[in-house]
């Protein structure tokens, strides 16, 4: 009965840390975002759900091989090409989905 009870909790704690948190992708967006993109609200708001959907696809690829092309978005380049990014992408798009531009949210300033 004791060993139920643990698989039961371990299962469950371990489906809780695979869902994405949208505090975490405003944590990754403030860290790892505004370096480049000042305008914070207005950028996320620039595209609406499907679209962030649609580029944080597939942990994310769409959107690090818009920053991969560009020059612009030098600075980036390790960031994007890490496992990091993937692992965090995540987290990003539901912070990003929450707060699009057909969302009706906007984000609080941290």
Do not use: T
């Amino acid at each position: 009965m004791i060993k139920l009870l643990f698989v039961f909790f371990f299962l469950f704690f371990f489906s809780l840390s695979s869902e994405a948190a949208i505090y975490k992708g405003q944590r990754v967006f403030i860290k790892k975002c505004l370096k480049c993109h000042k305008e914070g609200q207005n950028f996320i708001a620039k595209y609406k759900m499907k679209k962030w959907k649609k580029l944080l696809k597939k942990k994310g690829k769409p959107l690090a091989e818009i920053h991969l092309k560009s020059e612009k978005a030098k600075e980036s380049w390790k960031y994007f090409q890490s496992k990091k990014y993937a692992k965090k992408s995540k987290h990003l798009k539901q912070f990003l989905i929450e707060y699009a531009k057909d969302s009706g949210n906007v984000p609080a300033c941290n």
